[in-house]
């Protein structure tokens, strides 16, 4: 007899079916992506709102125009080296999405930014805050109109609720609120301004599921920052740069790789993984962020009816964000 035959063998316990296994550590990792992702957002609003003070204060010295000219070649230069730093990550761009591009390029990064520094020029900052406030709506309506996302009533209650809180933050302010008159013209700018960061915000998503959101934040910054370099070489020229002190400079690195480079990198990888809506519904908090900043920093106290609005305005996020998924929760307990 072979003794090897005789020696009784234990089968090992079978594995777990590696179905369920994949299933779960694909949820356990789209959980910890959602997660991130939502704190890269709020580390957005954070840039975002303090960006208001930081270009407040650089304005003294710079025109706008100049101001965008210094900012975004710098902004430009930050995600090179990001491309740079990362070795395959830009996919060769299509001969029929150059046009694309291009075009988002122009209307994200060029033509909005005329439209916002002209229209902010020729309107009270409580009407351009407001109007401005409008893009997640037309956000969500674009979303809709070309099939992206569907009108969910999650989002829509919640975009409504923090465009509310906006008004309360803007009624509670000593600017006001009125529209018409001479502030005609910059209010039409304004909503302008949102119409074309909404428009930017829908019709880059296909792009950037197709080749990321390096590439594409890397190509339309790229194309708007010829746009706006070109137009504020005027300013740039008849601007003593030598004579500019080493804070403006720091201003102007952080509004160009901060609240430029990172920053839409942060947006872009928010519309390729939440959705142009729900990332739009984050730019709501900006105002709130730039509230506090601005009393910490400028010495601007808020209102009782500020902060009302800025209340309303996180539950608004909250409901865009998180209220679908509260409701499924709910009805399974």
Known sequence: MNPIRAVPVVPP??????????????ASSEAL????????????TLVWGANFSVAKWALESLSPLAFNALRFPLAALFLYGAVRARPGMMPRLRGRDLFWILFLGVVGNGVYQLFFIYGLEATRAGNAALLLATTPVWTVLLS???????????????????LGGMSLVVIGSDDG??????????DLLMILA???WAGYTVGSRKLILRYGALPVTAWTLWGGTAILTLIGIPDLLATDLLSLSPAVWGAVGFAGILSL???YLIWYRGVQRLGSARTAAYSNLVPVVALVIAWIALGEVPRPLQWAGAGVILGGVFLARFGARFLRQARRD
Do not use: K, M, Q, Y
Request: with cysteine; charged share 20%; net charge negative.
């Open 13 to 26: 316990a079978p594995p777990p079916p590696p179905e369920v296994g994949a299933a779960g550590a694909e």
């Open 33 to 44: 992506e959602a997660r991130s992702t939502d704190l890269g957002l709020l580390l957005l």
């Open 144 to 162: 809709a109109l070309v099939r992206e996302d569907t009108l969910d009533r999650w989002v829509v209650l919640g975009i409504l609720a923090t």
């Open 177 to 186: 609120f009125r529209l018409g008159g001479e502030t005609f013209r910059g």
């Open 194 to 196: 949102a119409l074309c």
């Open 261 to 263: 480079g990172v920053s």
